[in-house]
C-alpha cells in the first residue's frame, strides 16, 4: 500500500468525520477549556499588544474565539471542516463578532506572510502526520509578524506506549510509522458515521478518538521540528496528571 496515498486517505476520512460529527459539538463537546489551557491562553493574551490579530488554526466550532475576540482582537479561525466552520458561525454571528473570521482551509494550504501577532493551534496537530509536521510549522512562521506568539498542544508519545497499536497496524499491511495510531480507526469510524453524532447511547469518548488518524511525536522530535521552523520555546507544561503526554507548547517567532 502506497503511503502518500494512504495519508491522503487518512485525512480525508478526517475532513468527513469532523462534518459528520459537527451537528453535535455544542450539544455533546463544547465550553471544554481546561484550566491549563485557559491559563496559556492568558498567557498568550497578556503578552500580545491590543488590539491585535490572531490566527485560530484548525479552529473547529471556535470554542476558544470568543476568549480571544473578547481581548480585543481580531481573530481569523481556519480549518478544513465546512461542517465545524458552520457550527462556529452559527455560534458567533456576525453581527454581534465583526471581528470575527472564518475560512475553510488546511494546515497544509497556509500561506499568511506576517499577518499574526499570535497563532494558537489547539488539540489538533495529534492529526498530523508526520511527514506534514516541518511544513505545518513553517507555515506558522511564516504567518507571524516578528517576535509573534504560538500557542500549540501536543499529544506526544512516552517510550514505548504505542507499540502494540504499531504492531498491529504493521501486521494488517498498512504502511504505519512508530507513534501512528490506527489500527483500530476504519471499524470505528465505519460504526460512527452511520450513528447520529447527537446520539447520547452512541461511542464512548475513548472509543470515538479511535475514529480518527493519530500522530503522537516525542517532544525530542517536536523540539526539533520547532527549532527547524525557526521558534523558540518559551514555556511548556504537562496537561495534567492523567494525560502525561499531552503538553502545551508556547513559543515565539525568532527575530
Known sequence: MDRSEWLKKMRSMAEMLYDHGSAAYWVKYGYDMTPIHRKFMEKLLS????????LDAACGAGLYDGMLVEAGHTVL???????????????YPKAQFPNL????????NMNFQEAFDGVICMDAMEHICPEDWP???????????????????????LA????????????????????EQVDDL?????????????DPNGLSGERLDHTVYHFHPTMEQVHAWYAQ???????????????????????????
Not at 473570521?101 to 497544509?108: A, C, F, V
Not at 476504519?186 to 447527537?198: F, G, K, T
Open 47 to 54: 503578552q500580545v499588544k491590543t488590539p491585535g490579530t490572531i
Open 77 to 91: 479561525g481556519i480549518d478544513q471542516s465546512t461542517g465545524m466552520l458552520n457550527q462556529a458561525r452559527e455560534h
Open 101 to 108: 473570521h472564518y475560512l475553510k482551509m488546511g494546515l497544509q
Open 135 to 157: 511544513g505545518i510549522l513553517a507555515g506558522f512562521h511564516k504567518a507571524l509578524k516578528p517576535g509573534g506568539l504560538l500557542y500549540v498542544t501536543v499529544d506526544a508519545m
Open 160 to 179: 514505548d506506549e504505542y507499540r502494540e497499536s504499531y504492531e498491529r497496524a504493521k501486521s494488517m499491511g498498512l504502511p504505519v510509522v512508530y507513534g
Open 186 to 198: 476504519e471499524a470505528a469510524y465505519n460504526i460512527y458515521m452511520q450513528q447520529d453524532p447527537r
Open 229 to 255: 521552523a525557526g521558534f523558540m520555546i518559551e514555556e511548556e507544561a504537562k496537561g495534567n496528571e492523567y494525560l502525561e503526554e499531552y503538553m502545551h507548547v508556547m513559543a515565539s517567532k525568532k527575530v
